[in-house]
């Protein structure tokens, strides 16, 4: 089982009333903060993941680096496996024409709003994660 090291505390990425999203290397993990448990990965990035947001109800939580991953976060918790189809989660600007996203500057029920790197802003559907214009 994987456990939290001393230096968790610079790689949070979010946090919630229940969770953590933590940067390790290349990887978003998600732990359980009442007993610092490793729950899943729940993005992979070429590149580390740059930032992430957790829906202040716990539904879902959006990483963003090299595109955007937006991960459900209910049981089963299945672990993000790169090109892989589910609905445990939704991505883009992964491949392709690639999005390199250095920040989550506002998410609402309606959209998320992404700093590129370069300084560009970008509006996503919150629902799809299909750009908005």
């Keep these: 089982m994987k456990n939290l090291t001393t230096d968790f505390e610079e790689r ?3 946090e919630s009333e229940n969770y953590y999203i933590l940067r390790n290397y290349e990887e978003a993990e998600l732990y359980r903060k009442s007993d610092l448990e490793y729950i899943t990965r729940v993005a992979d ?3 580390d993941p ?3 947001y957790i829906d202040p109800e716990e539904r879902f939580c959006i990483t963003v680096g090299c595109g955007l991953v937006k991960y459900y976060l209910c049981e089963p ?6 090109d892989r189809n589910t609905p445990q989660w939704i991505e883009t ?6 999005m390199w996203c250095d920040h989550i500057d506002e998410v609402t029920n309606d959209y998320v709003l992404v700093s590129l790197d370069g300084g560009e802003k970008r509006k ?3 629902d799809t994660l299909t750009l908005m214009e």
């Design 124 to 126: 996503f559907d919150i």
């Design 12 to 14: 949070i990425l979010a």
């Design 50 to 52: 740059q930032d992430a």
């Design 77 to 82: 918790f299945e672990a993000y496996l790169y």
């Design 45 to 47: 990035y070429y590149g």
């Design 93 to 98: 600007g992964r491949e392709g024409n690639i």
